[in-house]
């Protein structure tokens, strides 16, 4: 049985962990809720045939059969990672999925992606209010000696946690309209406060048979390493859903965040409140 194939990517700290285990409720979807390492494979398998002398030189004379040989390789490892599962779906979650989503739907047509989504300054709040518990902890990416702005800055920086999704979201402005048409943008905030309303759409998004969630009573999965992260990125599911309390975001910080990434905010939060800019 060749199941559909479900990326789940997006923004940290915006709601995947819980996404993940709100599919996993569906009977008809395989999600094992871990961010897995698929997608880290097929890329690597794509910079390392690029460099392979004998692959290379087999394209001056037979590039057909041989690129040929390289997708259904790459279709048959994306497969077989899943195999077994026997379920009408399978999700995968990896931030990686949304950047090269092209390559993706070049391997399974039928893909779709989820993107998770969050108001920036609480994407920014979730993180420092987990590193000031943990502040004896460096980050992964050594983080810890700057001050909170700094730390903004660095997280926010295009090869950082929160700048590389970031660049992944504004390229898909860029997309063909049919691409496009394979990407759900899940809004936290929307999942927190209606997660039956907004689980009962994306199940019928999939194409899935309808199916209500239990907000109060879900299964818990697999717990994810978090010390693979420092412990400043947890992954904790719980029994409950229940609303996180907003972070207090500094204001310098609010609104550089929502100066430099106005586009974000025209295309996912238009209503939202923009902080005032403080004084000198």
Known sequence: MTSHFIGVAGLPRAGSTLLCQLLAQHPDLHC???????????????RMVSDDSFFLSQL?????ASYGHLKTAMQGFLRGWYQDCGKQGVVDKNRAW???????????????IIVCVR?????????????????LLDFVDHLADFDRLGRADMLFAKDRTIGAPLSSLHAVLDLPVEVQKKLYFVRFEDLMARPVECMSHLYAWLGLAP??????????GIQESDSHYRMKYTHRQQATISVPKLHAIPPRIQ???ESAYDWF???YYPQHQRAATPSA
């Open 32 to 46: 094992e809720g871990n961010s897995s390492p698929l997608c880290n494979a097929l890329l690597g398998m794509r």
């Open 60 to 64: 001056d004379s037979t590039f057909d």
């Open 98 to 112: 949304l950047h090269c989503v092209e390559m993706l739907l070049q391997l399974a047509p039928e893909a779709k």
């Open 119 to 135: 108001e920036l300054g609480q994407v920014y709040g979730s993180i420092e209010t987990q590193h000031q518990r943990t502040i």
């Open 211 to 220: 199916w209500q969630i239990d907000p109060h009573n879900l299964a818990v």
């Open 255 to 257: 609104a550089q965040i």
């Open 265 to 267: 905010y025209e295309l």
